[in-house]
Nanobody, 122 residues
Framework: QVQLVESGGGLVQTGNSLRLFCTVS????????IAWFRQAAGKEREFVAC????????DYADSVKGRFTISRGNGKNTVALQMNTLKPDDTAVYFC???????????????WGQGTQVTVAS
């Protein structure tokens, strides 16, 4: 049973914006924190942003702070990642994940999506 699905990836030019979506089951949306991670080719998966179950608290990696915004409730059971002023270094597969606590550590998340590719051309 698929519980979360990412969408919205694509190819953009440097400086442009893109919005990713993570659509989850009603239970996950109601009860769990949600995070975005990314993995560039040949690199380890890294934390991008997370939001608590209530949406009252958010955290961002330093590399995206001020450029990316995570939010809940943009659509039914959906968490969005608005990405502005994109750079080539943002190129990666972006994964949505859920878990009981909002944290920067991938081990704290027990359900993952398949990922969506984001490519930023220079």
């Amino acid at each position: 049973q698929v519980q979360l699905v990412e969408s919205g990836g694509g190819l953009v030019q440097t400086g442009n914006s893109l919005r990713l979506f993570c659509t989850v089951s009603e239970e996950i949306f109601r009860d769990y924190a949600i995070a975005w991670f990314r993995q560039a080719a040949g690199k380890e998966r890294e934390f991008v942003a997370c939001i608590t179950r209530t949406g009252l608290s958010r955290d961002y990696a330093d590399s995206v702070k001020g450029r990316f915004t995570i939010s809940r409730g943009n659509g039914k059971n959906t968490v969005a990642l608005q990405m502005n002023t994109l750079k080539p270094d943002d190129t990666a597969v972006y994964f949505c994940a859920t878990g009981p606590l909002a944290s920067r550590y991938s081990a704290d998340y027990n359900t993952w999506g398949q990922g969506t590719q984001v490519t930023v051309a220079s």
